[in-house]
C-alpha cells in the first residue's frame, strides 16, 4: 500500500505500473473519480478517449 508524503506524493507500485504500461518519464493525468477515488491515466493518443466527460481534476498538477 502506497502513502501519501508531506508533499502530498505518492509512489506507484511496479506492479501496478507494469500491468498500465506506464514507465518512468511517462505523463499522466489524474483525476477524481468520485468522492474517495482517484485515477491515473496514462497520456497516449486515443487511451482516454471519452473517459475525462465525466471527471474533475486539477490541471495545475496534470
Same mark, same amino acid.
Given at each position: ?19 498500465? /504500461? ?16 482517484? #485515477? ?5 493518443? /486515443?487511451? #482516454?478517449? /471519452? ?12
Amino acid at each position: 500500500m502506497s502513502k501519501v508524503s508531506s508533499k502530498r506524493q505518492v509512489t506507484l507500485p511496479i506492479d501496478l505500473c507494469l500491468l498500465a /504500461g506506464i514507465e518512468p518519464g511517462d505523463e499522466v493525468s489524474v483525476f477524481v473519480d468520485r468522492p474517495g477515488i482517484i #485515477s491515473v491515466v496514462k497520456k497516449t493518443v /486515443g487511451s #482516454s478517449k /471519452g473517459f475525462f466527460k465525466r471527471r474533475t481534476g486539477d490541471e495545475e498538477h496534470e
